[in-house]
């Protein structure tokens, strides 16, 4: 029996096959025959993981949004071992989202492409919508860990700062993209990052 390890790779394969091809031609480009040559595996193999193309699309987008999400937290832990206070915490891990270099705006357009087709695609939507009910809970974690710490006022809502700080951070990604030069979005961040997180922590 092929182990649990080929199931995983084969489906990486074809998931870096569908953003291959979203990176370099578009959405349009995706089809199932497409992305089986791209990833150097036969058309029914593909079928045989993903039995729709749907699937397979949802497949490669919950991947990119986890490999994201997993970006995220391994700065937040590096920096958290180190010391670093909260608010510098999550300035870095969220300026590491922007689409600031080659790589990022290669990674953003593919998620760009994706999103762009929540409106017709109910389970591209329910992957967007479950990662971002994440990213939010994870923020108010940040924002109440603040609290604890001293360096967020007590009376601040939690939830409601992190679904400022995620709608910022989205906007400023599509700008960033559009026009790189024109958006200051690392002082965007640090602006409202400051404005949330106005004390000194005090560790205990």
Known sequence: MPR?????ARRRQVADAVERL???????AVTVARTAALAGISVGLVQHYFPSKDEMLRHAFTRLRDRLDERVRAQVKRDDRAGARIEEILLRALTG???????????YRVELAFTGRIADNPQL????ARSN???RAALAQAVHNGKECGEVPAE???AAAAGRLLALLDGLKLHV????????ASDALAAELSRIFPGRCVRG
């Open 97 to 107: 989202l922007l689409p600031l270099d080659e790589p990022r705006r290669r990674e």
């Open 133 to 135: 009910a994440q990213v």
């Open 177 to 184: 993209y559009g026009d790189p030069a024109a958006v200051a």
């Open 125 to 128: 939507a329910e992957v967007l």
């Open 4 to 8: 649990t390890a080929d199931h995983d």
């Open 22 to 28: 979203v990176a370099d031609e578009g959405f349009g």
């Open 156 to 158: 601040t809502d939690a």
